[in-house]
């Protein structure tokens, strides 16, 4: 397609509601015209965990606006639109509700064409718009909802390499935090105390370490930490501090296993490949310093390019869902019919084994 598009992004999946217009020249070079994002933290945090039901309502409250925002920014009406490019899933369900209906009607009032995006999607793609990374690569996805390893080979071609089979890792962040009577959200809060820590004082358990398949398991060490800390209770500023430098280790060290085992596997499958292999990490984990530490000394041993995109696109947010939009538009996909309707649970790659408790992100305990 050969054409300059230009699509308005809408993104509800989990707590933050966002609205974004992107283009997208016909050489494939992109331009963010806007990018708004609202976060619900504040409404969450005394919960620990993000509330389903506030999250869905904060959703409708905030995201017409938004979307006008978006525009205005942009410079641009709702006629200069070619495509709404809605997240549908994965994610919590009223909030999805909220996005792809909005989506529908605005489809619907302006006679333009849908996508429904999958969010997993967005994050997978991102590193194109920001670094021009031509497939196929590796990308880890660490935030409160999610822990893939995923191949993306192309648009639409994605195979799930690793997933969580019970916490994701930012939820771990955040359950460790909150039994330490650490704020939320939980991962700069660890990554804070543990500065002052001494991560060789608990030997916590590095999950799945040295199994051939690369999924993740965060439970098991949650459940160490909370059997240190009532052990040594009540707890000093320097015993959290340990507890967190630990736990941090421990995460560390297992996601050099999973994650250089995934470089391998990519090495082997594709030992030639355009610019190098690389490995893109997305989601708010990806802010963690020891953790990027960790993947950066890992991509220099296997001679991958460590892509890490600004945060800010890194985490939740519309600019994605819209650049998803303009690659699939772009690659000729069709669009989706005005009956779509939104899934909690939507894999990335429909092959891969449905896991028990992959993504599933609440106030749980
Ligand atoms: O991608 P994200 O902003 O949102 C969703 O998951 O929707 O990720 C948020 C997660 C939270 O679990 C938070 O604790 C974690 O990312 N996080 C961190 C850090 N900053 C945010 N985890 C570890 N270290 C950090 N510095
Ligand atoms: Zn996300």
Redesign the pocket.
Known sequence: MARFLRILGIETS??ETAAAVVERAADGVPTVRSDVVLSQLEEHSAYGGVVPEIAARAHVEALDTLIDEALKRANVSLSDIDAIAATSGPGLIGGLLVGLMTGKAIAKASGKPLYAVNHLEGHALTARLTDGLAFPYLMLLV???HTQLILVRGVGQYERWGTTIDDAL??A??KTAKLLSLPY????A??QAAKNGNANRFDFPRPLVGEAKLNFSFSGLKTAVRQAATEIAPLTDQDVADICASFQRAVSRTLKDRIGRGLERFKAAYPQVDGGPALVVA???A??LEIRSTLQALCDKYGFRFVAPPLRLC??NAVMIAWAGLERMATGVEPDDLDVQPRSRWPLDAGAEALLGFGKRGAKA
């Open positions: 989990c707590d935030s409160g909802g930012g939820e962040f955040d959200p939980g991962g700069p660890v990554e989601g708010g984990v802010a963690n985490t939740d």
